[in-house]
């Protein structure tokens, strides 16, 4: 669905994005994950044909979305910002997006707009920033994309509107094969949404791939050592991090497996037992939020 290859982008002379290359399947949900300023946003701008790649490839949907404009008619794209037609009624911009769209499903927003409840004879500036994402959100949904890009598209909402659109685009994957790119610099947010995921950091790959392969890779383990761990232990391969409560220890192991638990228990070890790791943590202790 979407084949990124060999991408550069940049404002001046230095590029901001550097050789980015993935793809994302039809029907999955992929995370962008990175910090304030790694280039999100330029790339997502690259990806939505708003800029032209200094070099590389993009391919979405079949074809280059940049030199085929067409293709944007089965791209949805939800900004960060939501601060567009501010003079405009809600009802008039539901009438332009039937219009633009020939995909849009009145029907179908109004059904979201049930469960969103916002007012369709407000004008554009008189909702609330989270009242304006909800909008964009439902209107891009009820045209029915074949990919849906979000921009940070949670920022702003409140926890139930959140969990609603959420809902609504899960079921969107889930009945309608839609492909969802998502942007966020909060892990814990995607990690229970998306299938797969790319890490960005000053506009480069630093890692990714899916989530339950990247949680499979790496264990984490709460045991007993009555005697303290052996000497040299942080140096044995894979070891990420460890830390203690007295005799209970708490091990993050790359690569743990039925030899690594044998050698934990040659060493002393009592009790083994796997704890549940978050994305976050593997984000931290493999070290790719640093610097
Ligand atoms: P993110 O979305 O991850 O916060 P951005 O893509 O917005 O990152 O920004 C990446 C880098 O590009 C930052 O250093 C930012 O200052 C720079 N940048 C973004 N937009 C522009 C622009 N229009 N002109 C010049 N530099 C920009």
Same mark, same amino acid.
């Given at each position: &669905?979407?084949? @990124?290859?060999?991408?550069?982008?940049?404002?001046?002379?230095?590029?901001?994005?550097?050789?980015?290359? !993935?793809? @994302?399947?039809?029907?999955?949900?992929?995370?962008?994950?990175?910090?304030?300023?790694?280039?999100?946003?330029?790339?997502?701008?690259?990806?939505?044909?708003?800029?032209?790649?200094?070099? #590389?490839?993009?391919?979405?949907?079949? #074809?280059?979305?940049?030199?085929?404009?067409?293709?944007?008619?089965?791209? #949805?794209?939800?900004?960060?910002?939501?601060?567009?037609?501010?003079?405009?009624?809600?009802?008039?911009?539901?009438?332009?997006? $039937?219009?633009?769209?020939?995909?849009?499903?009145?029907?179908?927003?109004?059904? !979201?707009?049930?469960? &969103?409840?916002?007012?369709?004879?407000?004008?554009?500036?008189?909702?609330?920033?989270?009242?304006?994402?909800?909008?964009?959100?439902?209107?891009?949904?009820?045209?029915?994309? +074949?990919?849906?890009?979000?921009? +940070?598209?949670?920022?702003?909402?409140? @926890?139930?509107?959140?969990?609603?659109?959420?809902?609504? /685009? /899960?079921? +969107?994957?889930? +009945?309608?094969?839609?492909? @969802?790119?998502?942007?966020?610099?909060?892990?814990?947010?995607?990690?229970?949404?998306?299938?797969? &995921?790319?890490?960005?950091?000053?506009?480069?790959?630093?890692?990714?791939?899916?989530?339950?392969?990247?949680?499979?890779?790496?264990?984490?383990?709460?045991?007993?050592?009555?005697?303290?761990?052996?000497?040299?232990?942080?140096?044995?391969?894979? /070891?990420?991090?460890?830390?203690?409560?007295?005799?209970?220890?708490? /091990?993050?192991?790359? #690569? !743990?497996?039925? $030899?690594?638990?044998? $050698?934990?228990?040659?060493?002393?070890?009592?009790?083994?037992?796997?704890?549940?790791?978050?994305?976050?943590?593997?984000?931290?202790?493999?070290?790719?939020?640093?610097?």
């Amino acid at each position: &669905m979407i084949y @990124v290859n060999g991408l550069y982008k940049g404002y001046g002379k230095e590029p901001v994005l550097k050789n980015i290359t !993935f793809h @994302v399947e039809k029907g999955t949900i992929h995370g962008l994950i990175g910090r304030n300023g790694s280039g999100k946003t330029t790339l997502i701008k690259c990806l939505t044909g708003i800029y032209r790649p200094d070099r #590389g490839s993009i391919q979405i949907c079949g #074809g280059d979305i940049y030199d085929q404009p067409r293709i944007k008619e089965k791209v #949805g794209y939800v900004a960060d910002r939501n601060e567009y037609f501010s003079n405009y009624h809600v009802d008039e911009i539901i009438d332009l997006y $039937a219009e633009l769209y020939p995909t849009f499903q009145r029907d179908d927003f109004n059904d !979201f707009n049930e469960v &969103m409840g916002i007012d369709e004879r407000k004008f554009i500036k008189q909702l609330s920033k989270g009242q304006k994402m909800r909008l964009a959100m439902i209107l891009n949904l009820s045209m029915h994309p +074949e990919l849906m890009i979000l921009d +940070e598209p949670t920022e702003g909402l409140d @926890v139930i509107a959140k969990r609603q659109v959420m809902d609504f /685009i /899960i079921k +969107e994957v889930e +009945e309608r094969n839609m492909t @969802v790119l998502i942007t966020s610099h909060h892990l814990n947010e995607l990690e229970n949404f998306c299938d797969s &995921m790319t890490m960005i950091r000053d506009g480069q790959i630093i890692g990714g791939g899916s989530i339950d392969e990247m949680k499979e890779a790496i264990t984490k383990l709460q045991i007993v050592m009555e005697k303290g761990l052996p000497k040299g232990f942080d140096q044995w391969e894979g /070891i990420l991090h460890y830390s203690n409560l007295g005799s209970i220890y708490t /091990i993050v192991w790359k #690569g !743990f497996d039925e $030899a690594c638990e044998k $050698a934990l228990r040659a060493a002393g070890a009592s009790l083994i037992e796997e704890i549940p790791i978050s994305l976050e943590e593997i984000f931290l202790y493999e070290n790719w939020g640093n610097e």
